[in-house]
Nanobody, 122 residues
Framework: QVQLVESGGGLVQPGGSLRLSCVAS????????MAWHRQVPGKQREQVAI???????DYEDSVKGRFTISRDNAKNTVYLQMNNLKPEDTAVYYC????????????????WGQGTQVTVFP
């Protein structure tokens, strides 16, 4: 079993910065993709950023140039550096990882964290 734990959320003023972290623990052999999603009440969860095993990245249009996703494979950790935050970035942020628990790389599963609240409030 694999567990993901996010941290780093909080309350920040517009223009401020936060850095989210998500650590995977348990039976982890290889992590393929790592992603951050966010959700506000009454809306669908949306993918904000994703990084693959070759460190290729992709971002949702509204966060391009402001958010940076990165990973530390040795620590099974993904980060989301969020700069120039705006009130519309307020949401619960979830990390997701696609993980192969064993050397059988064809067997991979998606895991989610419990979410961390980010509130951008003047």
């Amino acid at each position: 079993q694999v567990q993901l734990v996010e941290s780093g959320g909080g309350l920040v003023q517009p223009g401020g910065s936060l850095r989210l972290s998500c650590v995977a623990s348990g039976t982890v052999f290889k992590i393929w993709t790592m992603a951050w999603h966010r959700q506000v009440p009454g809306k669908q969860r949306e993918q904000v950023a994703i990084i693959d095993s070759e460190e290729g990245t992709d971002y949702e249009d509204s966060v391009k140039g402001r958010f940076t996703i990165s990973r530390d494979n040795a620590k099974n950790t993904v980060y989301l550096q969020m700069n120039n935050l705006k009130p519309e970035d307020t949401a619960v942020y979830y990390c997701e990882m696609r993980v192969s628990p064993t050397i059988q790389l064809s067997r991979a599963y998606n895991y989610w964290g419990q979410g961390t609240q980010v509130t951008v409030f003047p």
